[in-house]
């Protein structure tokens, strides 16, 4: 790979990371101004023009989003920013907004021009404290120095911005439930249509962006459109539906590696590399079994798949759901897949927010059954039950509202067909990975 420098990570390293003097210092807010200058149709066409895809985990093109809005509309329409990150492994938000603050915000002013949004809403993940506390300081700063509030820099265009902290659940991850949070409600999702960029938060159009789609928006406009497009992949000419896998991406690497980490790279870096290279390796001399490649929802890659690139097709070639957040997990060769699915489906039994039935039943008796499983009671049949179970599940077979069900089934359906034969070795011998004493305490 090319010799690549980091541009979204550029300054976290430095010790005023977090000040409006040292980001100003850096070139900061050069992109707001020359946006601003911009006509708004400009910049949206500038973002759509430069391949942006969502990195929150659907990867749909960014420009596309924010050209749904309804022409011409009175307002208001709002932003809100989805920087919940509950996604298992993912942590490249939490870096951007606790070590560059003012890198978020100029892209969320450049993104409110763009859509002609005087509103804006940080829909914060509650666990994050100090990321509160950094941009809650950053945001201070920026009503302070004129970066924020009325008459922004001399311009005439007033925009205000808002943190708002969430209550830990994963589903608000998924846009319209984070909306429904947003107004106070309980955060169950909406029936689509109407999207959000036509009917968002108090039923007004809205754009939902994650963190670091929005700092990618400051560097696209401070950089260019070519730029942007120098890194990364290219559509594949034999594939009509790939678009491009554009810009830079932060990968986060952890699990069973020496060096659990963030790292930048350009789109397409491989499983593999990200171990190895940047990962320090899989601990204790072991190898890989299995790596998610992009949170738990995005399924498994297998050891002989470690060289899949990772940017927004690779991941599907290989039966993952997508590239999904890009956060890494490697999972080594004396770890049972038994236990590592169980840990998934739990995981989704406990989100899953139950307005839907397939998916409030479905997450929790795959949880049981695997339960079962790991006391050393399965049964061969409870392999194609767990099937059955998963392939009954999600948007995708149209049974459910959100595609929080897809991302709890597909691990079923990417575990059991590719790591099958474990599974059975395991019933068949009748293992168990909970101690009676485990039971006990259980119990009480």
Request: aromatic share 8%; net charge neutral.
């Amino acid at each position: 790979m090319p010799e690549f420098h980091p541009v979204l990570l550029a300054r976290i390293d430095k010790p005023d990371s977090t000040s409006l003097a040292g980001y100003q210092a850096d070139g900061g807010y050069a992109a707001l101004k020359k946006a601003l200058a911009m006509s708004a149709d400009d910049v949206q066409k500038m973002v759509k023009d430069s391949g942006l895809r969502g990195r929150g985990g659907a990867g749909f093109s960014a420009g596309a989003k924010w050209s749904f809005l309804p022409k011409n509309h009175l307002g208001p329409i709002y932003l809100a920013v989805n920087a919940d990150e509950s996604e298992p492994g993912t942590f490249n938000n939490r870096i951007l907004m606790e070590e560059d603050p003012h890198q978020l915000l100029e892209g969320i002013a450049i993104t409110c021009h763009a859509i002609r949004s005087h509103t804006a809403y940080i829909y914060l993940r509650y666990e994050y404290g100090r990321s509160y506390r950094v941009l809650d300081a950053a945001i201070r700063e920026c009503y302070a120095s004129g970066i924020l509030g009325k008459n922004i820099l001399g311009t005439g265009f007033n925009l205000d911005v808002y943190l708002h902290r969430g209550a830990g659940a994963y589903i608000c991850g998924e846009e319209t439930g984070l909306i429904e949070s947003l107004e106070g409600k309980r955060a169950w999702p909406r029936i689509k249509p109407p999207y959000p960029a036509i009917e968002g938060l108090f039923r007004r159009p809205t754009i939902v962006n994650n963190v670091e789609t929005l700092c990618c928006v400051t560097h696209i406009i401070q950089r260019g459109v070519e730029w942007f497009k120098s890194i990364g992949v290219p559509p594949d000419p034999n594939n009509k539906r790939d678009v491009g896998s554009y810009g830079p991406k932060l990968y986060c690497i952890s699990g069973h590696v020496n060096k659990p980490c963030c790292v930048e790279l350009p789109l397409g870096v491989t499983a593999r590399e990200l171990i190895d290279t940047h990962g320090g390796g899989v601990w204790k001399g072991r190898k890989a079994k299995a790596v998610v490649p992009g949170g738990i929802s995005m399924g498994f890659l297998s050891a002989s798949e470690l060289d899949t690139p990772l940017d927004f097709e690779g991941p599907g070639r290989a039966g993952c759901l997508g590239l999904g957040t890009a956060a890494v997990v490697v999972i080594d060769d004396h770890t049972s897949m038994v236990d590592v699915l169980y840990n998934c489906c739990r995981f989704m039994a406990h989100e899953s927010c139950g307005q839907c039935t397939p998916c409030r039943e479905g997450t929790d008796w795959s949880t049981r059954i695997l339960d079962r499983i790991r006391h050393g009671k399965g049964r061969l049949e409870d392999i194609d039950l767990l099937l059955e179970v998963a392939n009954s599940m999600g948007i995708i077979p149209g049974t459910t509202i959100c595609g929080l069900a897809d991302g709890a089934a597909w691990p079923v359906k990417n575990a059991l067909t590719k790591f099958r034969g474990e599974f059975e070795e395991y019933i068949r011998a009748g293992r168990r990975s909970v101690k009676p004493a485990d039971e006990l305490m259980a119990a009480h």
